[in-house]
Each structure stands twice: as structure tokens, then as C-alpha cells.
């Protein structure tokens, strides 16, 4: 079982961008300190859920200040750049990190970033498919042209060549953010792990996983390539020595923020949009993931593990909006669950 942590640069209310941010780096640097195998950056745009506008630009910072530790995009929006330059980006962090570097994308949402980025609506709708194959094709051959109905140019070198790294893996790994039947297809014909969001429990999780290797069967993918998919469970993680006491730590702190944060999201074509109670929400991920005592979360990730056959996690860590608590959590995570995992 492998446990990293999932990190937003989240805004809360009363909270600078920068401070958000000072967090979201310390939080990943304490997790390697603290022995935890990942950590996994968000990417959102012009709204305070979470600062960080760019993963794969994080990415890079903390590969820098990092020895041992995966970093990993959750995810890198591809609906609003361009693959060829996101699987640059990707290869460049893949062969100077010694292939620590986990390329996670996903097609976002219908948001007004598809107007600033100048994509259009079609690029969330229907071009994500297109993308991914051009990335993905950008990450696995020596030179790569395209003929389709979004991009098109003549066939150039892959430079630099992801597949020269020392460690050989024929490039970065790439996942799928999936959060329907439509996505899971997509993922499991190119033999891509899923990266699952935290809003659903472990039963739907299991659905998607036996979904994707029906999938995956049927188009042809070996029963090793099925088997080396690693797919990753994002979730939400606080410790306390009373479970009572971690879930009014995020009952207090999270709402406010995702409240502030949600609501923020403008669509690009002006359709409505509702948004969950926060506290709610709150309440349901306190009840679906790892909040409580060390023991309590060692025993919710090993019952994901069982349930779903997941074994890696993307864990939410800063939900309680502050730096030393942030810290603390992350500090007892590596040193009281990790122990009963092992």
C-alpha cells in the first residue's frame, strides 16, 4: 500500500494566496520527512479552492527541493493546453527527476478557463480524447505528427525522449481523473490507471475498477497490462486522538472554504450550476475517509484496499486551513498509520 498526500494550495477565508501556497510546499515537503510514498498536486484556475494554477509548475519546484519522494499532478487540466507542450513539460520533469514524476490529466469543467485559455466548450465536450492520445503519443514514440480535427501539424522529434530516463520505464506514467462510466471507458482502452475523486465511497470506486478491467478486456489489453495499472484513491485524512475531535477540526475549518472556493467557479456558456452543502460535504467525507484516530484511519485505507483492490491513496491533509496543524497531521500520518499498513 502506498499513501501520499493530495495537495491544493486551498484558500481559506481570512487567508493570503501566498500563505495558501507556503502550505501546500511545506505540507509536501514534511511528506517526504515523514516517509510518505506521494504527493499529488491540484490545478485550478481564477478561483480560491485552490491556488495553484499550475501543477506541473509546482511539480517542478518540489522535484527540485525533493530526493525520494513521487510527485504527481491531480491533474493537469488538458482541455486548456496544448498536449504536445504539457507532454514536454512532463518528459523534461520525468528525466530530470530520475522518473519520480506521476503526470495525472483530466478534461476539468465546463469553466470559464475554456474562454481564457481560448480552447472553446469543445475542447471540455468532446476533444479530450483527441488530447489525451497526442499526449500520450508524445510520451511513448520518438517523433510524433498529428491529423485530427483540433490539432494538426507535420511530425516533429519528441525532445527530449521521456524513454532515455535511467530508470527505463518508457516514460512518465500517466493517469486518468474519472468520474464517470464515459472517462472509465476512455481510460481502460489505452490501458491508463484512474485516479478516483473523494466524493464517492469505496462500493462506486470498486464499480469503476471492475468496469475499467471489463473495459480493458475488451479491448484487447494483456492480463499483465491489467494487473500493472495502478489506480489511485483520493480521499481525505485527519488525525486526532479522539475520532470526534478530527471531525470537528474539518467541520470548523472546511465549509468556509468550500463555500468561498465553489462557489467561485463561473461556467463559459452561462448554464446553470448548483453547488453541495458544504458542511454536508464536509460531514460526508469525514464519514467516507480515514478522520480520526491513527488506528481507525490505518483500519478505513486497509478496508479501501480490500474493497476496491486500490492501494494507492492521494490524501487531502490540509483541511484544517493551518500551516502548524497541516504539519502535525501529515507528521503523525508517516509515523502512527503508515506503521499499521506495512
Same mark, same amino acid.
Given at each position: 500500500?502506498?499513501?501520499? /498526500?493530495?495537495?491544493?494550495?486551498?484558500?481559506?477565508?481570512?487567508?493570503?494566496?501566498?500563505? @495558501?501556497?507556503? #502550505? @501546500?510546499?511545506?505540507?509536501? &515537503?514534511?511528506?517526504?520527512?515523514?516517509?510518505?510514498?506521494?504527493?499529488?498536486? =491540484?490545478?485550478?484556475?481564477?478561483?480560491?479552492?485552490?491556488?495553484?494554477?499550475?501543477?506541473?509548475?509546482?511539480?517542478?519546484?518540489?522535484?527540485?527541493?525533493?530526493?525520494?519522494?513521487?510527485?504527481?499532478?491531480?491533474?493537469?487540466?488538458?482541455?486548456?493546453?496544448?498536449?504536445? $507542450?504539457?507532454?514536454?513539460?512532463?518528459?523534461?520533469?520525468?528525466?530530470?527527476?530520475?522518473?519520480?514524476? /506521476?503526470?495525472?490529466?483530466?478534461?476539468?469543467? %465546463?469553466?470559464?478557463?475554456?474562454?481564457?485559455?481560448? /480552447?472553446?466548450?469543445?475542447?471540455?465536450?468532446?476533444?479530450?480524447? &483527441?488530447? *489525451?492520445?497526442?499526449?500520450?503519443?508524445?510520451?511513448?514514440?520518438?517523433?510524433?505528427?498529428?491529423?485530427?480535427?483540433?490539432?494538426?501539424?507535420?511530425?516533429? %522529434?519528441?525532445?527530449?525522449?521521456? /524513454?532515455?530516463?535511467?530508470?527505463?520505464?518508457?516514460?512518465?506514467?500517466?493517469?486518468? $481523473?474519472?468520474?464517470?462510466?464515459? +472517462?472509465?471507458?476512455?481510460?481502460?482502452?489505452?490501458?491508463?490507471?484512474?485516479?478516483?475523486?473523494?466524493?464517492?465511497?469505496?462500493?462506486?470506486?470498486? &464499480?469503476?475498477?471492475?468496469?475499467? #478491467?471489463?473495459?480493458?478486456?475488451?479491448?484487447?489489453?494483456?492480463?499483465?497490462?491489467?494487473?500493472? $495499472?495502478?489506480?489511485? +484513491?483520493?480521499?481525505?485524512?485527519?488525525?486526532?486522538? #479522539?475520532?470526534?475531535?478530527?471531525? !470537528?477540526?474539518?467541520?470548523?475549518?472546511?465549509?468556509?472554504?468550500?463555500?468561498?472556493?465553489?462557489?467561485?467557479?463561473?461556467?463559459?456558456?452561462?448554464? %446553470?450550476? +448548483?453547488?453541495?452543502?458544504?458542511?454536508?460535504?464536509? !460531514?460526508?467525507?469525514?464519514?467516507?475517509?480515514?478522520? =480520526?484516530?491513527?488506528? *481507525?484511519?490505518?483500519?478505513?485505507?486497509? $478496508?479501501?484496499?480490500?474493497?476496491?483492490?486500490?492501494? #494507492?491513496?492521494?490524501?487531502?491533509?490540509? =483541511?484544517?486551513?493551518?500551516?502548524?496543524?497541516?504539519? &502535525?497531521?501529515?507528521?503523525?500520518?508517516? @509515523?502512527?498509520?503508515?506503521?499499521?499498513?506495512?
Amino acid at each position: 500500500m502506498r499513501v501520499g /498526500s493530495f495537495v491544493l494550495g486551498a484558500q481559506f477565508p481570512g487567508q493570503g494566496q501566498g500563505e @495558501a501556497l507556503h #502550505r @501546500a510546499v511545506r505540507s509536501a &515537503e514534511v511528506a517526504e520527512e515523514s516517509g510518505l510514498d506521494s504527493v499529488w498536486l =491540484g490545478e485550478h484556475h481564477f478561483v480560491p479552492y485552490g491556488t495553484c494554477p499550475s501543477a506541473v509548475t509546482l511539480a517542478a519546484l518540489l522535484l527540485g527541493r525533493t530526493r525520494r519522494i513521487r510527485v504527481g499532478t491531480a491533474v493537469s487540466v488538458l482541455p486548456t493546453v496544448h498536449p504536445v $507542450a504539457l507532454g514536454e513539460q512532463a518528459a523534461l520533469l520525468h528525466l530530470t527527476s530520475g522518473g519520480r514524476f /506521476s503526470l495525472g490529466v483530466g478534461r476539468g469543467g %465546463p469553466w470559464i478557463d475554456l474562454e481564457v485559455f481560448g /480552447s472553446g466548450l469543445a475542447a471540455y465536450e468532446s476533444g479530450f480524447p &483527441e488530447s *489525451l492520445d497526442l499526449l500520450v503519443r508524445w510520451l511513448r514514440e520518438p517523433s510524433v505528427g498529428a491529423d485530427g480535427e483540433r490539432f494538426r501539424f507535420r511530425e516533429v %522529434p519528441v525532445v527530449p525522449r521521456p /524513454s532515455e530516463a535511467l530508470t527505463d520505464t518508457g516514460g512518465p506514467e500517466v493517469i486518468v $481523473a474519472c468520474t464517470s462510466s464515459a +472517462s472509465v471507458r476512455l481510460a481502460a482502452e489505452r490501458g491508463l490507471p484512474m485516479l478516483l475523486g473523494m466524493h464517492v465511497g469505496d462500493e462506486e470506486k470498486a &464499480e469503476m475498477v471492475a468496469l475499467w #478491467r471489463q473495459h480493458a478486456r475488451a479491448a484487447g489489453r494483456s492480463g499483465d497490462e491489467m494487473r500493472a $495499472a495502478a489506480h489511485v +484513491s483520493a480521499g481525505v485524512c485527519q488525525l486526532a486522538d #479522539r475520532r470526534t475531535d478530527a471531525v !470537528e477540526t474539518l467541520v470548523k475549518a472546511m465549509p468556509g472554504w468550500l463555500r468561498q472556493g465553489l462557489d467561485a467557479h463561473v461556467t463559459v456558456d452561462g448554464r %446553470p450550476r +448548483s453547488m453541495r452543502d458544504p458542511v454536508a460535504y464536509t !460531514e460526508l467525507l469525514c464519514a467516507l475517509h480515514p478522520v =480520526g484516530t491513527p488506528q *481507525l484511519c490505518a483500519d478505513r485505507l486497509a $478496508a479501501t484496499c480490500e474493497r476496491t483492490g486500490i492501494s #494507492r491513496f492521494a490524501l487531502l491533509v490540509e =483541511g484544517s486551513g493551518d500551516l502548524a496543524a497541516t504539519e &502535525e497531521n501529515v507528521r503523525r500520518l508517516g @509515523a502512527e498509520v503508515l506503521p499499521h499498513l506495512r
